[in-house]
């Protein structure tokens, strides 16, 4: 079993920037995938970027060139680094692992742009 802990939100002024982190307690190495998710109060769960065993890298169009996953399989971390934040990324923020042995979410983190 694997357990996904979120840490790094909070408050932010618009165009502030924010790192998210996804520690495992288990190996990400044998991770087909890992993603960070946003939901926002009452709307969907939304895919925001995915980072592939082999490194390779997508993006939803709402972050592409604000946010960067990236991933440290020495640390079994994975992290979004978050620039130019708008209040419409006010969400809560949750990293998924997609393994072999299972589908993994984490309890998610607060972001909150406001000034």
């Known amino acids: 079993q694997v357990q996904l802990v979120e840490s790094g939100g909070g408050l932010v002024q618009p165009g502030g920037s924010l790192r998210l982190s996804c520690a495992a307690s288990g190996s990400i190495f044998s991770a087909n995938a890992m993603y960070w998710y946003r939901q926002a109060p009452g709307k969907q769960r939304e895919y925001l970027a995915l980072?592939?065993?082999?490194?390779?890298?997508t993006y939803a169009d709402s972050v592409t060139g604000r946010f960067t996953i990236s991933r440290d399989n020495t640390k079994n971390t994975v992290y979004l680094q978050m620039n130019s934040l708008k209040p419409e990324d006010t969400a809560v923020y949750y990293c998924?692992?997609?393994?072999?042995?299972?589908?993994?979410w984490g309890q998610g983190t607060q972001v909150t742009v406001s000034s």
């Open positions: 998924r692992m997609l393994a072999t042995h299972g589908d993994y």
């Open positions: 980072i592939m065993k082999g490194g390779s890298t």
